[in-house]
């Protein structure tokens, strides 16, 4: 079972970056594909941006230019640069290993305790 640990939040002006990081355990990093969701106070989980195993990315309209996912397999890591932050980007996010079936991708690791975010002047 892999285990993920997210890192990197933190309290941060309209305008401002964060770099978050997601320390992933297990071998199998490499063929998965990797994804953030962030939550925020009473809404539902959401897919921020998800990389492949090949380095395709794919990102919510929201944060699109932005923000940028990237992998480091020989690390194990995933990461978020956010940049131009805005105060709707709070929320606290969370990393995840995908599985695809067909041509549809699901959340295939069990949620960290994930990392806040807090946009605010």
């Known amino acids: 079972q892999v285990q993920l640990v997210e890192s990197g939040g933190g309290v941060v002006q309209p305008g401002g970056s964060l770099r978050l990081s997601c320390a992933a355990s297990?071998?199998?990093?490499?063929?998965?594909?990797m994804a953030w969701y962030r939550q925020a106070p009473g809404n539902q989980r959401e897919l921020v941006a998800r990389i492949g195993s090949g380095g395709a990315t794919y990102y919510a309209d929201s944060v699109k230019g932005r923000f940028t996912i990237s992998r480091d397999n020989a690390e194990n890591t995933v990461y978020l640069q956010m940049n131009s932050l805005k105060p709707e980007d709070t929320a606290v996010y969370y990393c995840?290993?995908?599985?695809?079936?067909?041509?549809?991708?699901?959340?295939?690791?069990?949620w960290g305790q994930g990392t806040q975010v807090t946009v605010s002047s």
């Open positions: 995840a290993k995908l599985g695809k079936l067909r041509s549809t991708y699901y959340v295939d690791s069990p």
């Open positions: 297990g071998n199998i990093f490499s063929i998965n594909a």
